[in-house]
């Protein structure tokens, strides 16, 4: 029978204060999610990683090796300099790793 539970990290991001972004913002932030969302997916891609879920202004995401996840968070935050759209986004992100099940 195959193992099917392995060491993994997930990465958890999300923009701070988007609520108020989009309440003053809609059309700037609408441009700026946009280039969040295709950076944060580079980043993932380049590190090795894999997106499970976009969140809306979020992603979670998971990587085999922890230094590929931290990279990419490191490297998400880095590429969002300068401001996407006009508008300076602040992302935080979130690490864990720990055995998970994989299942479908």
């Known amino acids: 029978m195959q193992d099917l539970?392995?060491?993994?990290?997930?990465l958890f991001t999300?923009?701070?204060?988007s609520s108020r972004l989009w309440e003053q913002e809609p059309d700037r932030m609408r441009?700026?999610?946009a280039s969040h969302d295709a950076l944060a997916r580079a980043a993932v891609a380049d590190h090795r990683g894999r997106v499970v879920k976009m969140t809306g202004d979020g992603m979670h995401a998971?990587?085999?090796d922890p230094l590929d996840a931290l990279?990419?968070?490191v490297g998400l935050q880095q590429s969002l300099q300068p401001p996407q759209g006009?508008?300076?986004l602040r992302i935080r992100c979130g690490l864990h790793a720990g055995v998970s099940e994989r299942r479908g």
């Open 71 to 73: 990279e990419a968070a």
């Open 62 to 64: 998971v990587f085999d």
């Open 5 to 10: 539970s392995a060491v993994t990290t997930f």
């Open 86 to 88: 006009g508008i300076p």
């Open 31 to 33: 441009a700026a999610l």
């Open 14 to 17: 999300d923009i701070e204060g």
